[in-house]
């Protein structure tokens, strides 16, 4: 997001798990040189200011942010129409999981299912990249650090954000760190699907807990 942001690319997030607060701090502790876990303490003088620097510089960036819970595919459709409006390009859904269907009477897989198929369709309406977190199952974690080939079922409660997506992205833990730093996580990616281009492992990341970003 921040990347995106400084090149001047709007970005919509609709957050469905995080607050606003909560994503702030996280986008204020990736642009300071202060430990992620400092950030509700008293400050010094000068780190004070150098959060005051990146709230300034982070409401300066191209960015809406909604987090209301409990959203159907219909409250996303109006939310990303109005994001698109002030000039986003890039809406990222967090996660769909926590999405609801319009009948909150229907099964848990086919509330997913509606959500799924309403997301590329709002891609499509809008002409926008829609970027969507998703969790898998502990039966997928277990297939993918073994080495094994991921499922579509492995996506928790349905699989079709995967069978929906143009392109998947895969990131876990390394299973082979559990001795890393605390501050210094690596994570394996994997680009599993991918409509356009070649698929595989990709090189791994580094996830900065002090400063809340991957590198």
């Known amino acids: 997001t921040a990347t995106w942001c400084a090149e001047g ?5 609709v957050s469905l798990e995080m607050s606003v607060n909560q994503l ?18 008293r400050l010094h003088e000068r780190e004070a200011a150098q959060v ?3 709230l300034q510089t982070i409401g300066s960036w191209p960015m809406w942010i909604d987090d209301s819970p409990y959203v159907t595919v219909e409250d996303l459709r109006k939310k990303a129409r109005q994001m698109v409006q002030r000039g986003a390009k890039v809406l990222i859904v967090d996660y769909i999981q926590l999405m609801r269907g319009t ?24 002409g926008i990249m829609v970027i969507v977190l998703a969790n898998i199952t502990k ?12 499922l579509a079922e492995h996506i928790a409660d349905s699989s079709a954000p995967y069978k929906d997506s143009d392109s998947v992205l ?39 807990s002090k400063e809340l970003r991957f590198s």
């Open 139 to 150: 039966k997928g974690m277990e297939e993918i650090s073994s080495g094994n080939g991921f």
């Open 9 to 13: 690319l709007g970005v919509g997030n």
């Open 103 to 126: 009948d909150p009477r229907d099964k848990r897989h086919e509330q997913l299912e509606e959500a799924s198929r309403g997301i590329k369709l709002i891609s499509k309406e809008l």
């Open 24 to 41: 702030v701090k996280r986008m204020v502790a990736s642009n300071v040189p202060i430990d992620s876990r400092r950030l509700n303490d």
């Open 170 to 208: 895969l990131m876990w833990r390394d299973p082979g760190s559990e001795n890393a730093p605390w501050h210094s996580i690596p994570v394996q990616c994997k680009l599993d699907k991918e409509r356009d281009g070649a698929m595989g492992m990709l090189e791994p990341l580094m996830f900065n």
């Open 52 to 54: 005051e620097t990146a």
